[in-house]
């Protein structure tokens, strides 16, 4: 069975930093395409940052400059380094698996994702 376990999530002030992990279990596949969205009250999910196998990265052009994104192929774990946050980053959110490889025209896709965390929350305050 699948597992996807983030954490790290809070509430912090504006400028303030953030990083958030992903611990994946249940597959032996370890390259997988992996990636970080988020969910704001009353929006829709949006893609935040994403790393392919070969650890090409792609970034939504809100959090450009802001996050990194990377992973441990050998914990099967991926993290989301977020600095200088904003009110507007406030959100839940969430690591995402593509276990069949279908993202690598469109990384920040969620539809094209297939197994999901429970997600963690971030609050940033002005």
């Known amino acids: 069975q699948v597992q996807l376990v983030e954490s790290g999530g809070g509430s912090v002030q504006s400028g303030g930093s953030l990083r958030l992990s992903c611990a994946a279990s249940g597959y032996t596949h370890r390259d997988y395409p992996m990636g970080w969205f988020r969910q704001a009250p009353g929006k829709e999910r949006e893609g935040v940052a994403t790393i392919g196998r070969d650890q090409r990265t792609a970034y939504a052009d809100s959090v450009k400059g802001r996050f990194t994104v990377s992973r441990d192929n050998a914990e099967n774990t991926i993290y989301l380094q977020m600095n200088n946050l904003k009110p507007e980053d406030t959100a839940m959110y969430y690591c995402?698996?593509?276990?069949?490889?279908?993202?690598?025209?469109?990384?920040?896709?969620?539809?094209?994702?297939?197994?999901w965390g429970q997600g963690t929350q971030v609050t940033v305050s002005s």
């Open positions: 995402a698996v593509d276990a069949m490889f279908r993202t690598w025209r469109l990384p920040l896709d969620d539809s094209r994702y297939t197994y």
